[in-house]
């Protein structure tokens, strides 16, 4: 069984920056991928941004170039830094993983485990 658990979420002014990270406790993630999504009013979860085991990253065209996801496996942790913040980025991001997967990694079908998400709010 593997715990997910984000931290940093909060409320910013249009513009702003947070930095999200996601501990992830009873597996290491060392070799494995791990992603970023975000879910608004509706049922999907929206893919943000996911970095495989070699630390390839894959961002989706809507925070490319303003977010910047990381990892640091000695913490067991992945990071989201999200700079240049607009309120359509307003909504509930998701840490999930591990995956073995080398593609595919914007599908959230590739995950099994999720965190129970942490609450950005961008002001206008």
């Known amino acids: 069984q593997v715990q997910l658990e984000e931290s940093g979420g909060g409320l910013v002014s249009a513009g702003g920056s947070l930095r999200l990270s996601c501990v992830a406790s009873g597996r290491l993630i060392r070799y494995s991928a791990m992603g970023w999504f975000r879910q608004t009013s509706g049922p999907e979860r929206e893919f943000v941004a996911a970095?495989?085991?070699?630390?390839?990253?894959y961002y989706s065209d809507s925070v490319n170039g303003r977010f910047t996801v990381s990892r640091d496996d000695a913490k067991n942790s992945v990071y989201l830094q999200m700079d240049s913040l607009k309120p359509e980025d307003t909504a509930i991001y998701y840490c999930?993983?591990?995956?073995?997967?080398?593609?595919?990694?914007?599908?959230?079908?590739?995950?099994?485990?999720w965190g129970p998400g942490t609450q950005v709010t961008v002001s206008s």
């Open positions: 970095i495989s085991w070699d630390g390839n990253t």
């Open positions: 999930t993983g591990p995956s073995g997967a080398d593609e595919g990694l914007q599908s959230a079908s590739q995950y099994v485990y």
